[in-house]
């Protein structure tokens, strides 16, 4: 897919990835990019520095009436809807300690957003013969969140759910690529590194800290190619093959990493 007069939607466009994808696709010529999140007024504020192109709307990703009627009003308004960004995600912050709201809502956002996005995108794009879903899922949902159960087991399922849809429409002409990157400089790996947090400083120590717009970079790519799996961090590609080759040596790595961290 290139992006020249479509029609995207960003969910957890309000800052960090979200943000940046959706500049880069009006930089790309999009005729519309519409920019939902929890946080209207920050929406607002980055679709208005985008310009025109950009409309924000508020939107909870875990309210399925809600993404219903933000596809609606979107496919009212342009026609049809190109490509669906599924991209706002959430961290838990710990292990099995962690109380079951903070799992509840890792998996509401991290996973269950998706379906509804998917069910209420996927009848225009299959009637129209065509469509592409980006769900952001994580490098953690390949390999593993060291020190986020929550995130890790939530980001695997997510990336199971987009193999899963990719597998079922494709020959149907949907498209389906699940956005994996390790560390990126946003507020969600900021906010744990600046607190000390123990994944935050694994993340850091296992590869480059990219920079949002990186990430959009990659992404334009792996679009255009029509991608399964986008990788900002191509190293994320030989973790994982080690992780599947050898899973007992994989893990002893990371514990060794963990040690030098917290010694
Ligand atoms: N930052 C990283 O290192 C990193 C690495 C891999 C994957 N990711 C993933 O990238 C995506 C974007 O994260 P980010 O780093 O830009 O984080 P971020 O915290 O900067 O942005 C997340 C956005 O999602 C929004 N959001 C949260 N819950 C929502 C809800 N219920 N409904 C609507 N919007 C909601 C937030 O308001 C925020 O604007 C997430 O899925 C995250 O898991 C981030």
């Given at each position: 897919m290139n992006l020249t007069d479509r029609i995207v939607v960003v969910t957890?466009?309000?800052?960090?990835i979200g943000a940046a994808l959706s500049r880069r696709f009006a930089a790309e010529g999009a005729a519309a990019v519409v920019l939902a999140d929890l946080d209207a007024d920050a929406a607002r504020a980055v679709a208005e520095g985008i310009g025109p192109v950009a409309h924000a709307a508020a939107l909870d990703v875990t309210d399925e009436e809600q993404v219903r009627a933000l596809v609606a009003d979107t496919e009212q308004r342009y026609?049809?809807?190109d490509l669906f960004c599924a991209n706002a995600g959430v961290t838990s912050?710990?292990?099995?300690?962690?109380?079951d709201a903070a799992w509840d809502r890792a998996w509401r956002v991290n996973v269950l957003a998706h379906v509804y996005s998917a069910r209420a995108v996927l009848p225009g794009m299959l009637s129209r013969g065509g469509g592409h879903l980006l769900h952001t899922c994580s490098a953690a949902g390949v390999l593993t969140a060291v020190g986020d159960a929550a995130y890790t087991a939530t980001k695997h399922a997510s990336v199971g759910f987009a193999e899963w849809l990719a597998i079922t429409y494709r020959d149907r002409g949907i498209r389906v690529s699940a956005l994996c990157p390790q560390g990126v400089d946003t507020p969600m790996l900021a906010d744990g590194i600046v607190e000390g947090h123990l994944g935050a400083r694994v993340i850091a120590a296992s590869g480059a800290v990219l920079t949002a717009d990186q990430v959009a970079d990659a992404t334009i790519a792996g679009l255009a190619e029509e991608r399964f799996l986008i990788l900002p961090h191509p190293e994320v590609a030989d973790y994982a093959r080690r992780r599947a080759e050898d899973p007992d040596g994989w893990q002893a790595g990371l514990r060794k990493l963990v040690r030098r961290l917290t010694a």
């Open positions: 957890g466009a309000a800052g960090g026609g049809r809807i912050g710990g292990g099995i300690e962690v109380d």
